[in-house]
C-alpha cells in the first residue's frame, strides 16, 4: 500500500510477520510508520508499507473541530433543550 496520504494520528491496520494489529501512525519515513500500537502486547513500533492493509484517516473540519457522524446524537443540542 502507499503511504503517500498517511499522517500522524491516523489509525492502520499492520499485519507483521503474521501478527495482525491496529495502530496509530506517530510518524512517517521514507517507506514504513513508525506506529503506537492500539493492543499494548504488541511490541512493534515500525511497519513498512507492504505490511500496511488499512488506513483510516482523522476527519476534521477545516477550523480544526471534529466532524459530526450523521444520526451521531449531538451533545449541545440536548442541553438546549433541557
Not at 3 to 14: A, Y
Not at 26 to 39: G, Q, S, Y
Not at 61 to 73: K, L, M, S
Amino acid at each position: 500500500m502507499t503511504l503517500g496520504g498517511v499522517k500522524s494520528g491516523d489509525i492502520v491496520l499492520c499485519d507483521r510477520m503474521g501478527r495482525v494489529f491496529y495502530a496509530i501512525v506517530v510518524e512517517r519515513h521514507e517507506r514504513e510508520l513508525e506506529v503506537d500500537p492500539i493492543d499494548r502486547r504488541v511490541t512493534y513500533r515500525r511497519v513498512k508499507a507492504r505490511e500496511v492493509l488499512g488506513i483510516w484517516r482523522k476527519s476534521r473540519a477545516q477550523n480544526g473541530r471534529v466532524i459530526a457522524r450523521p444520526g451521531a446524537p449531538n451533545p449541545q443540542h440536548e442541553e438546549s433543550c433541557t
